[in-house]
């Protein structure tokens, strides 16, 4: 069977793109031939940074024979209906169809449509400048004369405008080979804006510029290899991060990996060549961190530390890759990078000794000072009282970082008490956490938030876990992230994070689809597995309902003049001089309080005073927002207990729509997760699933059930077992789940077996009595009731 090879060879593609353009180029292509009736044995994708390359093997020759039948009208249709159905089959005369009867709806027209299959080399040709011209790339490009405006010409090329070919870099060359292993292959010459697909490819762009002829395959790579032109990506990747270890072991020195740089790197050179540099042993005072990142975004190269150390040093040299086989060994490679390497380390230097010094404008600051209690001696806080005054805005609709920090202070503030944290520590973290987004470090390694906060706090005198819970409120960052040290710092990553969730849904900024710019499924797992991995108990939708009134009422004030004072009731009042349009304005929806918060009045919640003041007062939280916010951590819950091999239905069975003690939710998923596959567990599903399948049938009939059961209809000796039993039972089962001994009070529950197999045995629910038989389905109302504390048995596939 034929081979196809397929070579899209342009300027450099950008090595972030590399890996998922040519996955998209494998599955645009194969579905194509797929869809076109074609079939393949095997695909593979390669890529360098000047080509993308398909190599399907075993496709077929040419597509099946299609045959098919076409249902038409009766054949006592109107003429207008039969000449719709000839053009729908492409007949020119009815004589050209069928007649085929229906036993029920009499004789109709069936068209029989055939046709013949074509050759692979016809179906590549069409579908190919299609696959090329709608490309996904992220970013694309016009070049060339074709690209000029409508009208306009150059050596004889016209300009296309908007129509013109777009591509990630201009492509220079396409190579389309097809045929057998064993047969002289033939090239399938499709066009595309004036590039006709050939034979012919091309080397590395320094060492082997010549052209290269192309016949299949095989020869395909080693000829590339030959002109230093390394195909396979991973290879290129195992290559350089062996020879990156052996360089570095050879020099004392063990390789900082790095899988995200090593996947750029790879992307960045078709024949590499690692090379060993060094920097002055200076700019090791700066912190690790920097010079790092420092080495790695500027120049794409690895760091190095010295052989058994384990305390996050670093040696004074770096680890880089070339692109070119040097005819001096590297050596004026090395040096060009170390200039670089000196200038950017001097710059870095520079950010780390700024941040550590007093800022100019300091007399400027006070007034935040005294907002925070900052100590204007201090460099940290200094960049903290800069942040607040400087009114850097977090989000357009939820205020500066200054207010936000104090919605998180205040937060955090709640929760020390439940964490067990020192609400001392936690205020000062709390107060210091965001303040290293105003060092000149940050501001160019944005990813070093938080790290460097640390690094400045502990310089300053801070308290370690102060210190350290300013790096990991971040945390974690990701499902395989670490968790916070202590618990200053998990108060304040749950505060954190808590704040953005409530936030954000207070705005209507919730995650659509595949879209989640602000990462709140990521947060809202990080508080899933805080809670759920250090233990901690708390009720989500008061802490909810509490930060959404305190996000709603500092948008509300946003230092415009509001009074806000705290009533009797716990209830708060707002006083604001603006009018209600002005208002309406600002937030951008007109009803932006009435759907945040429910307020005191019951028409339009404002009552207008004398000028042009305004005022309401705050009662609670929309509930609606918090159920949905609480829908959303219900979804994160499952995802993360899913993940640890909790089975779907167990956790459906024991997630109510308004549990917000997630702990207490997966440990009764753990509970009966061990208890349903023993003996025991099996007799609590057999008797349960009974009596409430039977229920609920009655139910949906509309059948009448008793509101409680009543111990002088129950007639027979069966049923005044049931309920006594059921009384036990109940009685042991809220006894043990008040003790959350979950397992205890399914064990009391399980003892309902025998008595409700003597019951369905016994006893005939559906009475000719109406009061009996609603009486008997109250009992068995009385058992779904009963284990209800505990889960939802009927959601439980046995």
């Not at 009282?385 to 503030?413: M, P």
């Not at 705005?507 to 597995?529: F, H, M, N, Q, W």
Request: charged share 30%; net charge negative.
């Amino acid at each position: 069977m034929p081979d196809l090879l397929l070579e899209l060879r342009s300027e450099e593609i950008p090595a972030r793109m590399q890996r998922k353009a040519a996955g998209d180029l494998r599955k645009l292509v194969t579905d194509a031939l797929v869809d076109a009736g074609l079939t393949y044995e095997g695909v593979r994708e390669y890529w360098t940074p000047r080509r993308l390359t398909l190599d399907i093997r075993g496709l077929n020759a040419r597509s099946a024979d299609q045959r098919e039948e076409i249902k038409g009208p009766s054949t006592k249709a109107p003429e207008q209906a039969i000449a719709g159905f000839l053009r729908k089959a492409g007949l020119t005369d009815i004589a050209q169809a069928q007649v085929a009867s229906d036993p029920k709806k009499g004789d109709f027209y069936v068209a029989v449509v055939s046709k013949s299959g074509r050759a692979a080399e016809e179906i590549i040709e069409a579908v190919m400048p299609g696959i090329i011209r709608s490309f996904p790339w992220p970013k694309s490009m016009r070049w060339g004369a074709a690209s000029m405006p409508k009208g306009l010409s150059f050596a004889g090329i016209e300009g296309k405008g908007p129509e013109s070919l777009r591509w990630v870099r201009p492509l220079q060359s396409i190579v389309c080979m097809f045929g057998t292993e064993h047969e002289e292959t033939k090239v399938i010459p499709f066009q595309i804006d004036g590039i006709t697909a050939g034979n012919v490819t091309y080397g590395h762009r320094f060492h082997a510029p010549e052209a290269i002829t192309v016949r299949r395959f095989d020869d395909y790579v080693s000829n590339l290899e030959k002109a230093k032109v390394m195909l396979d990506a991973d290879r290129r990747k195992d290559m350089i991060l062996h020879d990156a270890r052996d360089i570095a072991f050879a020099n004392g020195l063990d390789l900082v990996e790095d899988e995200g740089l090593l996947e750029e790197v790879s992307g960045l050179v078709e024949w590499p060549h690692v090379l060993l540099g060094t920097f002055e042993e200076d700019y090791l005072e700066i912190p690790a961190e920097i010079i790092r990142l420092t080495i790695k975004t500027n120049q794409k190269c690895f760091v190095t530390r010295r052989q058994g150390t384990d305390d996050g040093s670093l040696s004074n040299h770096f680890i880089l890759i070339s692109n070119i086989e040097a005819k001096d060994g590297g050596k004026e490679i090395v040096h060009g990078n170390g200039k670089v390497v000196r200038a950017r380390l001097s710059d870095a230097r520079h950010f780390w000794t700024r941040d550590q010094g007093d800022l100019p404008d300091l007399a400027t600051l006070e007034a935040s000072a005294q907002k925070f209690g900052l100590d204007l001696k201090k460099s940290l806080d200094q960049r903290m009282a800069k942040l607040d005054a400087l009114n850097v805005t977090f989000h357009a609709k939820l205020g500066s970082q200054g207010e936000r920090v104090t919605r998180i202070r205040a937060l955090a503030k709640e929760l020390a008490p439940i964490t067990g944290a020192d609400p001392v520590l936690v205020d000062r973290a709390a107060v210091l956490a965001k303040a290293d987004l105003r060092t000149e470090a940050v501001g160019e390694f944005p990813e070093l938030q938080g790290l460097m906060g640390r690094r400045y706090a502990l310089l300053q005198g801070e308290d370690a876990s102060v210190a350290a819970a300013i790096e990991d409120h971040w945390k974690p960052n990701g499902p395989s992230d670490r968790l916070p040290e202590d618990k200053v710092g998990l108060t304040l990553a749950l505060a954190d994070k808590l704040d953005t969730l409530v936030g954000f849904w207070a705005i209507d900024e919730k995650p659509t689809g595949s879209k989640d710019p602000y990462a709140l499924r990521r947060a809202a797992l990080g508080v899933v597995r805080i809670l759920l991995e250090r233990k901690v108990r708390i009720n989500l939708s008061e802490s909810f309902a509490a930060q959404l009134i305190a996000t709603a009422i500092q948008i509300a004030d946003s230092g415009r003049g509001s009074v806000i004072t705290e009533n009797n009731d716990g209830s708060r009042t707002i006083t604001r001089k603006r009018d209600l349009e002005t208002l309406s304005e600002f937030y951008g929806k007109k009803q932006f309080d009435r759907d945040l918060l429910q307020p005191a009045l019951a028409e339009g919640r404002f009552a207008y005073d004398q000028g042009d003041y305004t005022k309401y007062t705050v009662v609670s939280a929309s509930p609606v927002i918090v159920a949905d916010l609480l829908s959303f951590f219900h979804d994160r819950l499952k995802v993360y207990l899913r993940d640890l091999g909790a089975r779907h239905d167990i956790i459906d069975a024991v997630l109510t729509p308004d549990a917000d003690d997630l702990l207490l939710v997966a440990r009764r998923a753990e509970a009966l997760t061990a208890f349903i596959t023993s003996e025991d567990g099996k007799n609590l599903l057999a008797g349960t699933k009974r009596a409430t399948q039977l229920l609920a049938a009655e139910e949906k009939k509309g059948t009448v059930v008793a509101d409680g059961v009543s111990e002088s209809l129950l007639t027979l000796d069966a049923e005044k077992a049931l309920w006594a039993a059921i009384s036990q039972a109940s009685k042991e089962a809220s006894d043990a789940v008040a003790k959350e001994d979950f397992r205890s009070a399914m064990e009391a529950l399980s003892k309902l077996r025998v008595p409700v197999d003597t019951f369905f045995g016994d006893v005939l629910v559906n009475d000719e009595d109406a009061a009996i038989r609603a009486n008997r389905l109250a009992l068995l109302k009385a058992i779904r009731e009963a284990t209800a504390t505990v889960a939802d048995f009927s959601r439980i596939v046995s």
